[in-house]
């Protein structure tokens, strides 16, 4: 795979978008109608300051990103990134919390997985890394040289995929950008992608070619995570990956369940599948005794992978930063 520029960042995303406005409002005027998020036409008039460089729709998708990449930012530093109104940022701002996407509170905004809306990979990366890594390593104990391995867009496969070149020769099928990065030129790693219909806020492909790769397959372990797990139910909030995540578990011999403590904390709209649909869960030991007694009623082996501290903690963190910042 060849190097791509990275433009994902929030600032370069607010500059490509003003950048991409201004190519076209020179090729078609300025005679432009903007749709609001509500459905009601409004006519964009350049220079005025409700309007912005952005329309409507593109500055509150490049706030979203924004606060989802950071986590938690102040509404003074949006104001400032975005050059309108303060009174333009809360009208987005109550638009988007008004969708569950974002929360205010005391001039500041939040980002939060919702039932409806996936936090951004860049976000999700970013949480639970302890208990994620614990759980990786406890997941690497089942590979075996010489298998197929399928990994999701899940960020708690991602921390296994660091670990699996260990164990090469290793095929590993994904569809999910992060983990082709990562193990691309690996020495012992078949490498394959789904393709698809790439879906930028998760980084991952999507989609009728995705499916259709799927569907060809015979794999022998799926690593399985979930955004959320409700009376049984694992949920995801968006219906065309809950379909990749379902046809990977039918390409499956084996299929593992892979969640922190956090999943069966959380809400999500689309179910994928029941946990006992999986071989065997590995959670960390974060997970209440209620959430094991679930998980075990279903007939599903489940593993508690112990957290690292101290030194072993300390040098996991680094190294999980060194790789983000390459």
Do not use: W
Not at 280 to 294: F, K, Q, R
Request: with cysteine.
């Amino acid at each position: 795979m060849d190097n791509v520029e990275d433009n994902s960042s929030p600032a370069a995303l607010v500059e490509g978008r003003t950048r991409d406005r201004n190519q076209t409002d020179a090729m078609v005027g300025k005679d432009q109608i903007d749709v609001s998020l509500t459905g009601a036409a409004t006519p964009v008039t350049h220079g005025q300051d409700h309007a912005g460089p952005l329309r409507l729709e593109e500055r509150q998708d490049a706030i979203v990103e924004l606060v989802l990449s950071a986590g938690s930012i102040r509404i003074d530093d949006i104001v400032e990134q975005f050059s309108v109104s303060r009174m333009t940022i809360h009208r987005d701002l109550d638009a988007l919390e008004a969708r569950g996407i974002l929360r205010k509170s005391r001039g500041t905004v939040t980002a939060v997985a919702s039932s409806l809306f996936e936090a951004s990979t860049d976000y999700r990366i970013r949480q639970s890394i302890v208990e994620k890594q614990a759980i990786a390593r406890a997941a690497f104990d089942l590979v075996e040289p010489g298998q197929a391995i399928v990994l999701d867009d899940s960020t708690t496969g991602l921390q296994l995929a660091k670990l699996l070149v260990q164990k090469a020769p290793l095929t590993v099928i994904t569809n999910f950008n992060r983990v082709i990065t990562e193990l691309k030129g690996k020495p012992g790693i078949s490498l394959l992608s789904t393709g698809g219909e790439y879906y930028e806020l998760c980084d991952a492909y999507k989609g009728p070619i995705a499916l259709n790769a799927l569907g060809q397959l015979r794999t022998d372990i799926y690593f399985m995570s979930t955004p959320a797990i409700t009376g049984g139910i694992c949920y995801h909030q968006h219906p065309e990956l809950v379909l990749i995540k379902q046809a990977m578990l039918k390409c499956a011999q084996k299929k593992v369940l892979i969640a922190d403590h956090t999943k069966f904390r959380k809400r999500a709209l689309h179910a994928m599948c029941t946990i006992s649909d999986f071989d065997l869960a590995i959670v960390d030991s974060g997970t209440s005794p209620e959430e094991l007694g679930m998980l075990k009623r279903a007939d599903l082996e489940v593993k508690v992978a112990p957290l690292r501290t101290g030194l072993h903690r300390r040098a996991d963190l680094m190294i999980d930063s060194e790789t983000r910042d390459h």
